[in-house]
């Protein structure tokens, strides 16, 4: 049983929350992580001016996604940083190209879900990975969540990510924050949670 991570990562912090992910996954009996980068866009200059290019030479290690890794997968977890509260172009760019798989109804009934990462608290956690659900659920996916039995995401001693929808984190407006320790536990329990959904539909 496989479970495909695919994500977007400008300063490394949803890889961050993508490698919390894949240890929750890895929590389950019989599940397999993919972990996957969606293709950068951006020119090297720009990448240059934002402060990104150090980061960019270590992420880009990762293999891009195939619509393949999503034909083979049994649940597929979605990572995007927000732009204007909605995912990055560049997730964007490669959910455009699964015309094939929405054609064939390849994705139908496959767990899906979502994470993010913002600058501010405020700067569309929720409505990005709202956002990534409506993908998601176009390609019949069945949705699954960070459910209140992750008991971190009631927290109101600390700023923190997560919500109802999804793991999340907050990078700070330079990128200066890394995701808190309840962030990533919030990160890990999805992908134990979203495995052991998968498990139960595909054994």
């Known amino acids: 049983m496989k479970v495909l991570i695919m994500y977007y990562s400008l300063y490394g912090h949803v890889k961050k929350m993508a490698d919390a992910i894949a240890e929750g996954v890895k929590q389950v009996d019989g599940a397999e992580v993919v972990l996957r980068r969606v293709a950068e866009t951006l020119p090297d200059d720009i990448i240059e ?16 996604v195939t619509l393949d ?25 490669f959910i455009d190209s699964t015309g094939p ?17 913002t600058a501010t608290l405020h700067g569309g956690q929720e409505s990005t990975i709202l956002h990534v659900h409506t993908m998601l659920l176009h390609l019949g996916l069945v949705i699954v969540g960070l459910p209140y039995s992750f008991k971190g995401q009631a927290k109101v001693d600390e700023v923190t990510g997560c919500s109802p929808y999804g793991a999340s984190t907050i990078a700070g407006g330079q990128g200066e924050r890394t995701p808190t320790n309840n962030e990533l536990e919030g990160a890990r329990f999805q992908g134990r949670h979203t495995a052991e959904i998968a498990k139960k539909l595909f054994g």
């Open 69 to 93: 890794d999503m034909r083979e997968a049994s649940a597929i977890i979605v990572g995007t940083p927000t732009r204007y509260g909605n995912m990055c172009s560049q997730m964007q760019a």
């Open 101 to 117: 798989l929405w054609a064939k109804d390849e994705l139908v009934g496959k767990v899906g879900g979502a994470f993010t990462s």
């Open 49 to 64: 001016s934002v402060g990104a290019k150090e980061a960019q030479q270590e992420l880009q290690k990762v293999p891009v």
